[in-house]
Structure formats: structure tokens, C-alpha cells
């Protein structure tokens, strides 16, 4: 897929990971939907993303992945201006140990609810002209990391959501592709915060020391994205994102 005159809704868009899937979509020329709760950085980052690719290759948006209205409204918007979704990553996510019906919400819950209503205008079924999401899980959602066991649980979510609706998607003709990425630690404003919001688990922090020698840089995890996106064949893949590059996991067949 050539992502000329195509339009990616990012969530969490403001900061690490999504601005830099953001601006590698941009790059290679699509038009872009940031979306986020932040929005002094979502209207600073707009701001430079018009210096660099001009006023009418983005929108921000302040839209929370926990509330339907705010999806429905950005989601309507961004067909209203820019005429189509073709391509939806979900990103957006917390970790608070302590608040864990919250990450469940945003990172799960997040995930589902943005993309159900992305099917609504994605979806070749109902007039849609299909496209990929990808999702962004963790790590976390492979290996569960002992001091972060609800994390954990919504990252593995992620990965079950995305593989389920891959085959989904094929078995109904959506004509949308589902592919997932599970970076290891990345260097963002995520990690920086988040020893405070182990809770419980905050004494077991340094256990995953090991597991981690350096942090991902944000536009490594946004070449992985592009790629997943750009590959027609890649659907329903869950990817590995690792210091030593990519993998592609396989998952056990035929258990029942
Ligand atoms: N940084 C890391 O080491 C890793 C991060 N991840 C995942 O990558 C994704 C992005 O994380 P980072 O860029 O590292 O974090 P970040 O904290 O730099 O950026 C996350 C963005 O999500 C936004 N956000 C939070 N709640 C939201 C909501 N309810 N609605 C919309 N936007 C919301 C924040 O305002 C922020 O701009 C997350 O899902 C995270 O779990 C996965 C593996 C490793
Ligand atoms: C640890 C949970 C955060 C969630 C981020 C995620 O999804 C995946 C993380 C994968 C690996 C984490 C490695 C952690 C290493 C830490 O013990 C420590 O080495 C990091 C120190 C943080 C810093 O840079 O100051």
C-alpha cells in the first residue's frame, strides 16, 4: 500500500511513539489525524508538523480513547475534512498499577472501542474502503513482567484483540488488515514517569533490568508500523520489536 494521499488516525499522537508513527506517515505522504488528551502537546506538535509538511497534512484533535462521544465526533470529523480513514493505529496507553480499571480502559478498552467505530467508516461491507490498523501492545503482551501484572493483562488483550479481528475481518471481506507490534522498553516520556506507578509491584521494578539492555529509539517502533501498514500481505501478524530487530511471532495452531 502506498500511503500517498491516504489518512492514518493515530491515538496518543502528541508524544513518543505515536508522534513518531505520526511523522514517518507524513513523511511518506499521507495525511495524518492526531489525536490525544494532551492537547497543549497535540496543538505544539501540530504547529511544528505544519512548519515541516505544510497546514493542510494534519488535524489535532483532543479526543480520549475512553469516551465514545469524543471517538465519534474525531472519527466523523476527520471523514468530514479529510474524506476517508484508511489507516487507524492505536496506541494510547497508561500504566498505573494502582488505577488499574483505568489502564484496562485506555489500553484495552481504548483499543476496542476506537476501533469498532473506525469499522463504521473502514469497513468495505458498509460503503467503507477498507485499510490496516495496527496496534501497539508491548513485550508485556507476550512475556507477562512480573511488576506490572494488569499491564500486562491489557497488552496481552491487545495482542488476542488484533489476532481475533484479523481473522474476523478476513472471514466478513472488511477488507481491513490487523497487525500488531510489541516493542520492548522504547525511550519516551512513558518509562520516564512510570517507576511512580508500579503501586504494589514498585519494589520489583529493577528486576527487569536484564530484560532490557538499551531502550528502543520512538522511530525504530515507527518503521515496524510502516512496514506492517505498506505490506499488503501482512495481516493478523504479531511482531516482536527487540534491540536485535523484528520477529514475527508464532502461536500455537489447532489447540481445539
Ligand atoms: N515506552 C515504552 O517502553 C513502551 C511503550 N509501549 C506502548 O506504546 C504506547 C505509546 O507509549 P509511549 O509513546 O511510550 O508513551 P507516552 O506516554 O510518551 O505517550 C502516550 C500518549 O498517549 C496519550 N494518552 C494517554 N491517555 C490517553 C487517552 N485516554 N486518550 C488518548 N490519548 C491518551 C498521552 O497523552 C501521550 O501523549 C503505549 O500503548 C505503551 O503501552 C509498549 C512497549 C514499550
Ligand atoms: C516495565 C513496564 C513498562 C512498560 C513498558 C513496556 O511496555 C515494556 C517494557 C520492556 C522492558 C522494560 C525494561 C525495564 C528495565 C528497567 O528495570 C530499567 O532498566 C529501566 C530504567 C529506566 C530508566 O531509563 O531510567
Not at 502537546?41 to 511544528?48: F, I, Q, R, T, V
Not at 480499571?101 to 476496542?112: A, P, R
Amino acid at each position: 500500500m502506498s500511503l500517498g494521499g491516504k489518512v492514518a488516525v493515530v491515538t496518543g499522537a502528541a508524544k513518543g511513539i505515536g508522534k513518531a508513527i505520526a511523522e514517518i506517515f507524513l513523511q511518506n505522504g499521507a495525511k495524518v489525524v492526531l489525536l490525544d488528551v494532551d492537547e497543549p502537546a497535540g496543538k505544539s506538535l501540530k504547529y511544528d508538523l505544519d512548519q515541516q509538511f505544510g497546514e493542510d497534512r494534519s488535524l489535532f484533535m483532543k479526543c480520549s480513547v475512553e469516551s465514545d462521544e469524543d471517538i465519534k465526533a474525531a472519527l466523523q470529523s476527520t471523514v468530514d475534512i479529510f474524506g476517508s480513514i484508511d489507516i487507524l493505529c492505536n496506541n494510547a496507553g497508561i500504566l498505573k498499577e494502582d488505577d488499574w480499571e483505568k489502564t484496562i480502559s485506555i489500553n484495552l478498552g481504548g483499543v476496542i472501542r476506537m476501533t469498532y467505530t473506525a469499522l463504521e467508516h473502514m469497513n468495505k461491507r458498509s460503503g467503507g474502503q477498507g485499510g490496516v490498523v495496527v496496534n501497539t501492545s508491548s513485550v508485556a503482551g507476550l512475556d507477562p513482567l512480573l511488576s506490572c501484572p494488569a499491564y500486562s493483562a491489557t497488552k496481552h488483550g491487545v495482542v488476542a484483540f488484533t489476532r481475533a479481528m484479523a481473522a474476523a475481518s478476513s472471514a466478513s471481506e472488511y477488507g481491513i488488515r490487523f497487525n500488531v507490534i510489541c516493542p520492548v522498553r522504547v525511550q519516551t516520556d512513558f518509562f520516564s514517569s512510570v517507576s511512580q506507578n508500579f503501586g504494589r509491584f514498585s519494589h520489583l521494578l529493577g528486576a527487569l533490568q536484564k530484560s532490557s539492555e538499551r531502550a528502543l529509539d520512538p522511530s525504530e517502533v515507527a518503521e515496524c508500523v510502516l512496514d506492517l501498514v505498506m505490506d499488503e500481505m501482512k495481516n493478523g501478524e504479531t511482531v516482536l520489536l527487540s534491540q536485535s530487530g523484528k520477529k514475527y511471532v508464532t502461536f500455537p495452531q489447532n489447540l481445539w
